[in-house]
Every structure is written in C-alpha cells, then in structure tokens.
C-alpha cells in the first residue's frame, strides 16, 4: 500500500535553480494539494487540484507552478528558488468527499542556499 | 482574512486527559477536522466535525460549535505516543476540500 508518494525525499538547490517536486497517488483520488511546512508552524496550502483537469491556488502561491498530468500524478515546480522556499513540503490526496481525510505522503525536506 | 487559533504546547502525564481548543475565523466553513503529526512525519487524519456536536472513536473525541466557532480535540487514557503535534483544519469550500490548517499544538506526555 504506497498511498501518496513523493520524490524526491531531500534536496538542496541554489538560489535561483529551478526544480520539479513529484507526488503520485494510487488510492484513485479525485483532489490532490501541495502543502508547506515551515519550523513550528501549520502547513499551508500551495495549490490544489479538486480533480484532474483543474487547479486552483492557496494560501501561499507566488513562486510556484503546478500540473495535474493526469488522476494520479500532481506536480510542483520552483522555476527560481529562493532561501524563502526552504521547507518541508508535503503532498496529500482526497477523495474530495465532505468527510473524507486528506492522506499525505512522507514529505520533501528542500534546501535552498 | 482566516485565522485558526489553538494552543501552541500542552503538557499532560500518562493516563491522563487533555483538551485541545481550536477556535478560527474563515471565510466559509464546511467542517473541522484534527490531524496528527510526529517528529515531522506525514500527518494523519484523527476526525472531522460537519456538525455540531461530540464525534468519538476511540480513546479520541472531537467536539465541534459552530454558533461559537469553537471546536476541541479530546484524548482520553493518555499514552506515551499520543506525545505529537496536533492540528485543527477547516474545510473552507465544498468542491475540492480545501483545508486550512491551525499552527499546531505539541503535546508532550510524561510518565
């Protein structure tokens, strides 16, 4: 049972590289989310994607991009990092469902120098 | 704006019971739900709240009001493990399930 799996796991880039954070999802979810994480605080929604075909933005969205590439595959790039996107960043899926929990994969920890 | 509100730390000893408040300010509500997280792992969905009310299950409850915009996490029979970070998140539209996350509650058990 993988559920949500991200890749890669760690990563340190410079300032001003670009980078593509992958997520797949095997449960058939229909809405799929990006999420940061900084030290000692909430995660805070990137983008979402209430299904395939679609995408919306969060909380926090300036300097990121996103694709939906099809039901199970939800992508997140940096086009030019910044030591301000240094965190922990997590993908989750749902079935979109009113009760029904946002299951997270294991995390990237990015570093940006 | 939206805002969450919960307690930053909570400390409790083993056996115990602790309370978890939650109280938010957002632009539209759908329902409340607690996540789980430890050591900066993956959180874990614990319950959701649409409807006002005590949810059980378990050692764990979830206790919602939205006449006050108030909701709690109770965990009952304290054990070691349940030491974690805890977050309240509010479903703030129908289609998609966006959420909106509390900055969290560290619970630290003690023996």
């Known amino acids: 049972n993988a559920g949500v799996t991200q890749t890669p796991k760690f990563q340190v880039l410079k300032t001003g590289q670009s980078m593509t954070l992958q997520c797949a999802q095997d449960?058939?979810?229909?809405?799929m989310y990006w999420y940061r994480q900084d030290p000692g605080m909430g995660l805070r929604l990137i983008y979402y994607?209430?299904?395939?075909?679609?995408?919306d933005k969060g909380e926090v969205p300036n300097g990121y991009n996103v694709s939906r590439l099809n039901k199970r595959e939800f992508s997140l790039r940096l086009e030019s990092a910044a030591p301000s996107q240094t965190s922990v960043y997590f993908c989750?899926?749902?079935?979109?469902?009113?009760?029904?929990?946002?299951?997270f994969g294991d995390g990237t920890r990015l570093s940006i120098l | 704006g939206q805002s969450l509100e919960q307690p930053s730390e909570v400390t409790a000893v083993e056996g115990a019971i602790v309370q978890i408040n939650c109280t938010y300010q957002t632009s539209g509500f759908y329902g409340l739900s607690w996540y789980q997280q430890h050591d900066g792992g993956a959180p874990t969905f614990l319950s959701y709240n649409a409807l006002d009310g005590l949810e059980e299950t378990g050692r764990f409850s979830s206790f919602l009001s939205r006449s006050d915009s108030y909701g709690y996490l109770l965990l009952q029979e304290l054990q070691m493990k349940d030491s974690a970070s805890y977050f309240c998140?509010?479903?703030?539209?129908?289609?998609?399930?966006?959420?909106?996350f509390g900055q969290g509650t560290e619970l630290s058990v003690k023996p």
């Open positions: 989750a899926s749902s079935s979109g469902g009113s009760n029904q929990p946002q299951h």
């Open positions: 994607s209430a299904s395939e075909g679609t995408t």
């Open positions: 998140a509010v479903r703030v539209n129908n289609q998609g399930g966006k959420l909106i």
């Open positions: 449960m058939n979810h229909n809405s």
